[in-house]
Structure formats: C-alpha cells, structure tokens
C-alpha cells in the first residue's frame, strides 16, 4: 500500500512538474505577407514569443492588403476579430472612421503602462498615423516609398553606361530610347502604378492629389489628380507604352518577377523590393531615387510613404491589450526595426533604428539602401506632400486602375482618363462623407 502511494505521489509531481506554471495570453496578428516578406515576419515573432513567457504571438496571413483588410471587417462585425490587424496606408480613413472597431495605439500603451514615445518616429512616417494633436493611432510597420531599380547588365548589354544618370524622367526617357533601338522587350516595368505614377508623383512635385490638404483638412476633399503635372506624366506613360518602351503587368507588383528574372531594365517599385531582389536577382542591379521632371518648379521634393500600419481590435481583455502593447514595443525597438529595414528595405519607423543602421555600417556596405530614406527626410513635407488621407481609397485605387489601363491600352488621352478617375473617385467621397459625418 505504501508502494502504491508513493508511486502515485510521484506520478502527481511530476505531473505538476510537467506542466506550465500559467497560461500564457495568446495574442492574434493577422497580416498580408507572404514569401519573403512572410518568413520574416514569422521570425519576428518567434524571436518575441521566444524573448518573453507571459505571452503568445500566433501570426495567421488573411491575403493581401485588401483581403486582409476586409477579413478584419468582416470579422468585427462577427465578433471574431483579431488583436492586431495589418491595414495597409490607404485604409487609414476608413480604420479612423470604424468608431467602436478599434483601440488607438496611444490608449493601448498608456493603459498598459509602456513606456512609448510617437516623437521617436520619423516625421513623414508617423504623421501619416496621428490625429492632429500628435496621438498615435496604430503603429507603423512596413513603410516604404517608391525607388527605380536598375538592371545594371541589361543597360551593359544595350551599350549604355550602367551608371548613366537616370534621375529625371527626361533623361529615363533617352535611356528607353536606346534600350528598346538595341531590342530590349521591357525596357521599363511598374508595380502599383496609382502609388508611384499618381500618388507620388503629385507629393514628388509638390502639387496636390486631393483638396483640405489630400484630405489631412477635413472629409469634404476633392481629387484633383487631374491637373497638369499628373496629365503630362500619365501621357508620357501612355506613348511610351504605345511605343514598347513601358510594359504595363498589372495593378500590383506582377512586374517583379519580370524584373527579378533579369528580362527588364528599369523598374519603379517600393523600396521594400530589396527582400525579394537580393535574394533572386542572378544579374548586377542598384537603386536610384525616383526620377522626377526638371521643368516642374520646386522638384524633387519628398515622397510619400505605403505599406501598412498595424492597428488594435477594440473588444479584446486587458491581459491581451498588454501582450499587444509588449510586442508592439517589441516591434518597434531599435535592434528589431534596424534589422528590419535592413532585411526588406522597408523604412526605419524610428530615427533610432536609421542611426543604429548607419553605426552598424550598412549603408557603407550595400551603396543605395540609404536612397528611400534620403528621399523621404531631404524636405520636410508639404500639405501636399505629408500623406493621404481619403475615404473609400482602396475602391477609389481602383477606379484609378482602370482609367490607367485605358491609357496604357491606347483606348483614352490622360486627360480624358484622369478627368473620369476623378468624377467616379470624387462620387465616392462624397458617399463617405455622408456616412461619416
């Protein structure tokens, strides 16, 4: 009998033993990466789950920036929502008009008692995030801003010196010339044409996009992407798209692979295309700030930024709000966001993680991965040039699409284009405005 006990004794210890001695807080992330975007957001994450034993970090991807943008919707509304979602730049508005959907990243952090300061952040980056006193809404994540790359042995093979200045759209233009007179099929690709065509381009030249400041000034804005500045560039695109020298792939980044591959020249991209380039590009490439206009006054001035911001779910406990407010922290260290920036070449949310990356000698070793964060901090930013801020943008993006394939296709002149993206996208502003005010 005393065997029997002790053995059972035994059992229960080690049983005891055995097991945790609390459950850790799972905490829900849903994002949009995939590839090699997606491998090292999962590592970020299992080095914090691996960093900490209060909390759990499960990372689930729901799609692409739309797709998961709109599983967090959907799943808000179920009552299944997510601790954090990924809501990429153009769903700003709409997340700050969610009343009720979400937590504002400055409450998570003052509730949980992190220490958190938004003036860390670089200007460009974080004023895209704040209300117009400063309060942090989500905290930025991927930011990135759009670059030229170069296949530096494609312009060697059409007899063009690979160091060939290529900082205005004039001189890209005489480099398109020679590349598609030596045979080159695809002597230029984009990726995210509104983004960089559009979007960018007006901040670049320092012309607006949208009335009230591109929106920052109050939800009855008007798109005036129609202008002159715009008008010209959107043509300039469509001849040479007309001629064989711009190679339209699609309306998100399909033309990367084109490039990775080696089979085109010049390609307009997110800087944030650096993960993908080094670890597929078999030939000699750099990157070069986006080319701008010469004749426009006042050019080049800054760009502006995309990718994403990672916003908190209201409707979540308090053990779980200080498990997001832990890994948002995390996150947004100096080790963490340096590293990062130097994986991707994404942007460093903070001046910290840019001064941590300089020390470690990065930029000295890998010439241009400096160039995105140059061309966002050379100026300070204008109205138009801080960002948008517009209601029903990812549908208004895609009216856009549209009108640009028309022009790329041959089928309207820019002005008839952009004048029609405008009276569509300015229908569904005014539809905004009325379900907001």
Known sequence: MMIRNTIMVSGLAAMVSAAPAFAQTEVEFWHAFTGRLGELVANQVETFNKSQSEYVVTATHK??????????????????QPDILMV???????????????????EV?????AEFDPDGFIGSVKGYYTTNDGKMLSLPFNSSTPVLWVNRDALAAADIDPDVDLSTWENVGGVLDKLKASGNACPLVTAWQSWIHLENLSAYHNVPFATKANGFGGLDTELVLNGPVQVKHIQTLGDWAKDGKFIYAGRRNESGANFRSGECALFTESSAGYAGIKDEATFDFDVRPLPYWSDVEGAPQNTIIGGASLWVMAGQTDEEYKGVAEFLNFLSSPEVQAKWHQDTGYLPITQAAADLTREQGFYEKNPGTDVAVKQMT?????????GLRLGSFDQIRGIIDEELEAVWAGDKDAQTALDSAKKRGDELLRRFEQANR
Do not use: C
């Open 63 to 80: 799609g692409n920036y739309s797709e998961t943008l709109n599983a967090g919707i959907a799943a808000f509304r179920a009552g299944e």
């Open 88 to 106: 990429f730049e153009v769903g700003t508005a709409t997340m700050m008009a969610a009343k009720g959907a979400i937590k504002p990243v400055y």
């Open 109 to 113: 952090m003052a509730d949980a008692g």
């Open 378 to 386: 050379t100026n300070a930013p204008t109205e138009n040039s801080k």
